[in-house]
C-alpha cells in the first residue's frame, strides 16, 4: 500500500476547497443601453440568459445592473428592444469593474402600401378575445413579464383595431404604468412573434376595471391568422412592489392583477412571458 505524505494531504485539500469556491465567486455586470445612431439612452430595454433562465432589464435611464456566477461567464448575454435588432455579447468581454456601453441598431420596418378610397355604408363593429364580464381569479406577476391573449380573426376579414381593453382587478397597485404589445403569431412554435405594434406604448390606468386604450391612429391590421394582444409589466418605481399572503408564506408581486377567466382547454389562448424562459403556454 502506497502512503501519502502528510503535506501533500493537505496540499489536496486546499486545492480542492479553492476549486469549490471559485464557483461560487459572484461577478456584477452593469450597463447602459443606447441607439447606435443617436446615442439616445433606451429605457426599458431587457438583458437574458437564456440558457439559464436569468434576466434583467434597463431602468428609465436605460441602466441595468445583473450579477453572475463565475459558471456564467462562458454564456451569452441576449439584449432587447421594442424596434431594434437583439443583440447577442459573450460575457467575457464584459469588464467587471466598469459601466459597459451597448448600442442597438434600430429596425428599419418597410412601408407598406395603403389604399384610401372612399367609405359606402357603414362599418362593422367586432369585439374579439376574453371579454365575458365575468372575472374569476386573475394574475399578479412580477415586473418584466408578460401575459399575451390570442385574438382569432376566424373568418380572415380585414379587421383594424381600434382599441385594446385589460381588466385590472382591484387588488394590487391598480394604477402601475405598463407597456401594450400587439404581436403577430410565430407560424412554427404558435406562440406571440414578432412586434406588429413597433412603437412604444406605456400607459397608465386610473383606477380598477376595464381599461381601454385607442390605437385605431396605428392601422393594425390583424392578420388572417390572428395576433395577440399582450399587457408588459415594467419596472418604473419601487412603491409598486407589494406582498401577498399565499399559503402563510409572504410572495412579493409587483404592479397590478389582470383579470382572468376559466375556458375549455381547446380554448385556451394565454400565453405568459418570463425573462430568460421565452413564452410558456399559460
Same mark, same amino acid.
Given at each position: 500500500?502506497?502512503?501519502?505524505?502528510?503535506?501533500?494531504?493537505?496540499?489536496?485539500?486546499?486545492?480542492?476547497?479553492?476549486?469549490?469556491?471559485?464557483?461560487?465567486?459572484?461577478?456584477?455586470?452593469?450597463?447602459?443601453?443606447?441607439?447606435?445612431?443617436?446615442?439616445?439612452?433606451?429605457? $426599458?430595454?431587457?438583458?437574458?440568459?437564456?440558457?439559464?433562465?436569468?434576466?434583467?432589464?434597463?431602468?428609465?435611464?436605460?441602466?441595468?445592473?445583473?450579477?453572475?456566477?463565475?459558471?456564467?461567464?462562458?454564456?451569452?448575454?441576449?439584449?432587447?428592444?421594442?424596434? $431594434?435588432?437583439?443583440?447577442?455579447?459573450?460575457?467575457?468581454? &464584459?469588464?467587471?469593474?466598469?459601466?459597459?456601453?451597448?448600442?442597438?441598431?434600430?429596425?428599419?420596418?418597410?412601408?407598406?402600401?395603403?389604399?384610401?378610397?372612399?367609405?359606402?355604408?357603414?362599418?362593422?363593429?367586432?369585439?374579439?378575445?376574453?371579454?365575458?364580464?365575468?372575472?374569476?381569479?386573475?394574475?399578479?406577476?412580477?415586473?418584466?413579464?408578460?401575459?399575451?391573449?390570442?385574438?382569432?380573426?376566424?373568418?380572415?376579414?380585414?379587421?383594424?383595431?381600434?382599441?385594446?381593453?385589460?381588466?385590472?382587478?382591484?387588488?394590487?397597485?391598480?394604477?402601475?404604468?405598463?407597456?401594450?404589445?400587439?404581436?403577430?403569431?410565430?407560424?412554427?412554435?404558435?406562440?406571440?412573434?414578432?412586434?406588429?405594434?413597433?412603437?412604444?406604448?406605456?400607459?397608465?390606468?386610473?383606477?380598477?376595471?376595464?381599461?381601454?386604450?385607442?390605437?385605431?391612429? $396605428?392601422?393594425?391590421?390583424?392578420?388572417?391568422?390572428?395576433?395577440?394582444?399582450?399587457?408588459?409589466?415594467?419596472?418604473?418605481?419601487?412603491?409598486? &412592489?407589494? &406582498?401577498?399572503?399565499?399559503?402563510?408564506?409572504?410572495?412579493?408581486?409587483?404592479?397590478?392583477?389582470?383579470?382572468?377567466?376559466?375556458?375549455?382547454?381547446?380554448?385556451?389562448?394565454?400565453?405568459?412571458?418570463?425573462?430568460?424562459?421565452?413564452?410558456?403556454?399559460?
Amino acid at each position: 500500500m502506497h502512503i501519502i505524505p502528510i503535506k501533500l494531504k493537505i496540499l489536496i485539500i486546499a486545492f480542492l476547497f479553492c476549486s469549490l469556491s471559485s464557483l461560487c465567486q459572484e461577478y456584477s455586470i452593469s450597463g447602459l443601453i443606447r441607439d447606435s445612431i443617436t446615442n439616445l439612452p433606451i429605457p $426599458y430595454s431587457t438583458v437574458e440568459i437564456m440558457r439559464k433562465g436569468k434576466g434583467t432589464a434597463s431602468n428609465s435611464s436605460a441602466i441595468f445592473t445583473f450579477s453572475i456566477t463565475s459558471d456564467n461567464i462562458s454564456d451569452t448575454l441576449l439584449f432587447k428592444a421594442l424596434g $431594434y435588432i437583439d443583440k447577442s455579447i459573450q460575457m467575457q468581454k &464584459f469588464q467587471f469593474d466598469s459601466t459597459n456601453t451597448i448600442s442597438l441598431k434600430p429596425k428599419i420596418y418597410p412601408l407598406q402600401e395603403v389604399t384610401v378610397s372612399p367609405q359606402t355604408g357603414f362599418s362593422q363593429t367586432r369585439i374579439l378575445g376574453n371579454y365575458d364580464k365575468k372575472v374569476y381569479g386573475g394574475w399578479r406577476m412580477q415586473n418584466w413579464m408578460q401575459i399575451a391573449v390570442y385574438i382569432e380573426n376566424d373568418d380572415n376579414s380585414n379587421v383594424i383595431i381600434d382599441n385594446v381593453s385589460f381588466y385590472i382587478r382591484k387588488d394590487g397597485n391598480p394604477r402601475t404604468p405598463f407597456r401594450i404589445r400587439i404581436y403577430a403569431v410565430n407560424s412554427i412554435s404558435g406562440n406571440p412573434g414578432k412586434d406588429i405594434l413597433k412603437e412604444n406604448l406605456i400607459v397608465k390606468p386610473k383606477k380598477s376595471g376595464w381599461f381601454t386604450k385607442d390605437v385605431s391612429k $396605428y392601422k393594425i391590421n390583424v392578420p388572417d391568422n390572428g395576433c395577440f394582444v399582450a399587457m408588459e409589466w415594467i419596472y418604473t418605481d419601487e412603491k409598486y &412592489f407589494d &406582498f401577498i399572503l399565499i399559503r402563510e408564506k409572504k410572495i412579493r408581486f409587483y404592479g397590478q392583477a389582470l383579470g382572468g377567466h376559466f375556458a375549455n382547454n381547446d380554448l385556451e389562448n394565454t400565453w405568459v412571458y418570463g425573462l430568460g424562459h421565452g413564452w410558456k403556454k399559460g
